[in-house]
């Protein structure tokens, strides 16, 4: 095979906890992260040639994303070329569309990464199984093995590979830095997202909750048997990111848009990703979350409406 379309999953974090600092500068964290069916199309084209030399080229539909060495996508390309193709040499083709938004906490940069080695795996006929594209997928970052996981599970072309990879999954909790990663059931809901007109940084945020106080924390035992027995009441009930506590503070315009979602959905079931800006909210239909993401476009134009995979 020299070509290759995936789809690039984004995701929510059902809870998240961050407990303390681990060597190297990393936050201890404890979250369950889910899927989404939010993607980017993600197509690859794979032109062998006699040298060992390897050419990427990346595009994408969106003029101000880094198409070299910056962007996750063509670094995954030269991490499995560092890896498993040094005998390989030509030119790979790369074209991202994007759908999901930048630098929202939904791991957008993260899904493309982790498709690029999902991609190169099948076109360079490696047969590398899902705990080992989440090994190298841990070296470009954080949120990679999970997304590597996801696509797994969820991608047509990949679907057969994995279907007794005991890693390919929709949902999971991470602990550790976020790469230590346990399958989990998922939840079935459908939502509705909205990213307020900024961009969050990850780092800020992380540096920034070591300075805040902390009132509540989730229950992540509580939340993982909320969706072993499909407990929404109990999932909902968990639902708590202390990145908030930082994030909410920092930048009002993400509480705005959390008050606007919560005065739409249960306001219970509605949570910032990750480091924010993005807000999601659970509702009971498609029609609900169609509604909502309507009246929350009026405010924010990157608002989706859509539904965890399963």
Request: proline content about 4%; aromatic content about 6%.
């Amino acid at each position: 095979m020299d070509r290759i379309q995936l789809r690039s999953y984004g995701k929510i974090n059902l809870c998240l906890d961050v407990k303390g600092l681990l060597e190297g500068g990393f936050h201890e964290v404890e979250m369950v992260m889910q899927q989404i069916l939010l993607c980017d199309d993600i197509s690859m084209s794979w032109s062998p040639s006699s040298n060992k030399d390897l050419t990427v080229k990346l595009a994408t539909n969106r003029h101000y994303l880094p198409v070299d060495e910056r962007n996750l996508a063509y670094k995954a390309a030269l991490l499995m070329k560092e890896a498993y193709g040094k005998e390989l040499g030509g030119k790979l083709d790369i074209y991202i569309k994007k759908r999901i938004p930048v630098a929202a906490g939904l791991a957008g940069g993260s899904g493309n990464g982790a498709a690029v080695l999902h991609g190169l795996n099948v076109l360079w006929g490696l047969d590398l199984d899902v705990a080992s594209l989440c090994e190298i997928g841990a070296k470009l970052g954080s949120d990679v093995p999970f997304c590597v996981m996801g696509q797994a599970a969820e991608n047509r072309a990949l679907k057969e590979r994995f279907a007794k990879d005991p890693l390919a999954c929709h949902c999971a909790l991470a602990t550790g830095r976020g790469t230590e990663l346990k399958p989990l059931k998922g939840l079935r809901s459908h939502l509705v997202l909205s990213k307020p007109p900024i961009s969050v940084s990850t780092a800020e945020v992380y540096q920034g909750i070591d300075t805040v106080d902390i009132s509540a924390r989730p229950d992540v035992a509580g939340m993982i048997r909320g969706l072993e027995t499909e407990d929404l009441d109990l999932v909902v009930k968990n639902m708590v990111n202390v990145l908030e506590n930082f994030t909410l503070k920092r930048y009002p315009i993400v509480v705005y848009t959390k008050n606007k979602i919560q005065d739409e959905c249960n306001p219970e079931a509605v949570l910032m990703c990750g480091s924010g800006p993005t807000v999601f909210g659970l509702t009971d239909t498609r029609d609900q979350a169609k509604a909502i993401c309507e009246k929350l476009k009026e405010d924010n134009r990157e608002s989706f409406w859509t539904r965890t995979t399963f």
